[in-house]
């Protein structure tokens, strides 16, 4: 049987991505009711963490959990692979002795290395390139609350960054239309934003980004690694904060979403992220329910 990995949203079709949301869904519904559901009973996840984090690792451990299987928890500090092994010695032994792998890194090639020479599912969950398990959220909580967002405007502010560039793939894949709202020098990956030129557009005016959009998202303006630009940063993202001007060029019934955490007043004032256009909270949430589609869909018998 070939083993699926999940790097990034392209490694599902449209098709699979649209059968994960529906099952995230179904098994938030399960999950809500009370309902015992454990496909992955004496399974294991090993969780390899780079990068620290709060909502990755409390879905998926979660999730494990209520999918009858364990999570280990595995930091570079207490492994070796935080002390030089090959990541295609550590895949190979790490998938001799666990269903599946989810890791948090940096470079995007370490989660291709062991893809390569694992036996077992690989999930990113955190690249510097890409973060599609937050999409899986995304996606699932525009369509609970708003129905199907293929035909959609979306508008992206801030750095093109591993979140951007996941919504630049999932625009090809959930068929919606992307505006990035973006500094000069901070733009996404200039072969990747012209792989998909029939869907994606790069603005410098937020306000013009934003206008008539179905769904406003951003993101802290310095990311993990990134806290030593934080001022110059500061400077050069002045001008794309989601406030209430940017949200009003946006449909009346626009959502607002963040993949958190958020910093107030900085990328989004209070009043947004704290309003009735917000849908953060039950974004965050989804992480769980969409991460436990993911995780049945890979590594259930």
């Given at each position: 049987?070939?083993?699926?990995?999940?790097?990034?949203?392209?490694?599902?079709?449209?098709?699979?991505?649209?059968?994960?949301?529906?099952?995230?869904?179904?098994?938030?519904?399960?999950?809500?009711?009370?309902?015992?559901?454990?496909?992955?009973?004496n399974q294991t996840l090993a969780m390899i963490f780079e990068k620290s984090s709060t909502r990755t690792r409390i879905s998926f451990e979660t999730g494990m959990t209520q999918l009858g299987g364990?999570?280990?928890?595995?930091?570079?500090?207490?492994?070796?692979?935080?002390?030089?092994?090959?990541?295609?010695?550590?895949?190979?032994?790490?998938?001799s002795m666990v269903d599946g792998i989810m890791i948090r890194t940096f470079e995007h090639k370490i989660v291709e290395t062991m893809a390569e020479y694992s036996r077992v599912p690989i999930i990113?969950?955190?690249?510097?390139?890409?973060?599609?398990?937050?999409?899986?959220?995304?996606?699932?909580?525009?369509?609970?609350?708003?129905?199907?967002?293929?035909?959609?405007?979306?508008?992206?502010?801030?750095?093109?960054?591993?979140?951007?560039?996941?919504?630049?793939?999932?625009?090809?894949?959930?068929?919606?239309?992307?505006?990035?709202?973006?500094?000069?020098?901070?733009?996404?990956?200039?072969?990747?934003?012209?792989?998909?030129?029939?869907?994606?557009?790069?603005?410098?005016?937020?306000?013009?980004?934003?206008?008539?959009?179905?769904?406003?998202?951003?993101?802290?303006?310095?990311?993990?690694?990134?806290?030593?630009?934080?001022?110059?940063?500061?400077?050069?993202?002045?001008?794309?904060?989601?406030?209430?001007?940017?949200?009003?060029?946006?449909?009346?019934?626009?959502?607002?979403?963040?993949?958190?955490?958020?910093?107030?007043?900085?990328?989004?004032?209070?009043?947004?992220?704290?309003?009735?256009?917000?849908?953060?909270?039950?974004?965050?949430?989804n992480r769980l329910h969409a991460q436990k589609a993911l995780l049945e869909f890979l590594m259930a018998k």
């Amino acid at each position: 049987m070939t083993v699926r990995h999940f790097l990034t949203l392209k490694d599902l079709s449209k098709e699979e991505l649209q059968t994960v949301l529906e099952r995230g869904i179904e098994l938030k519904n399960m999950q809500k009711s009370g309902e015992i559901h454990e496909p992955l009973k004496n399974q294991t996840l090993a969780m390899i963490f780079e990068k620290s984090s709060t909502r990755t690792r409390i879905s998926f451990e979660t999730g494990m959990t209520q999918l009858g299987g364990h999570a280990l928890f595995l930091s570079s500090r207490d492994t070796q692979l935080g002390r030089g092994e090959p990541l295609e010695d550590s895949a190979r032994v790490i998938s001799s002795m666990v269903d599946g792998i989810m890791i948090r890194t940096f470079e995007h090639k370490i989660v291709e290395t062991m893809a390569e020479y694992s036996r077992v599912p690989i999930i990113n969950a955190l690249t510097d390139d890409y973060h599609p398990c937050q999409l899986l959220a995304d996606m699932q909580t525009y369509y609970e609350h708003r129905g199907s967002i293929a035909g959609k405007t979306v508008t992206w502010v801030g750095d093109g960054n591993n979140m951007c560039q996941s919504y630049i793939n999932a625009a090809e894949l959930y068929d919606f239309k992307l505006r990035i709202a973006c500094p000069e020098g901070y733009d996404p990956n200039p072969e990747l934003v012209a792989e998909h030129a029939d869907r994606v557009e790069i603005f410098r005016s937020t306000k013009d980004a934003a206008a008539n959009a179905d769904l406003v998202v951003t993101d802290v303006w310095a990311s993990m690694g990134q806290e030593e630009e934080q001022r110059l940063r500061e400077k050069a993202f002045a001008n794309f904060q989601v406030n209430a001007e940017v949200m009003a060029c946006a449909k009346d019934d626009a959502l607002f979403m963040h993949c958190l955490p958020a910093h107030r007043d900085e990328e989004v004032t209070a009043d947004v992220i704290d309003g009735n256009q917000s849908v953060v909270w039950d974004e965050a949430e989804n992480r769980l329910h969409a991460q436990k589609a993911l995780l049945e869909f890979l590594m259930a018998k």
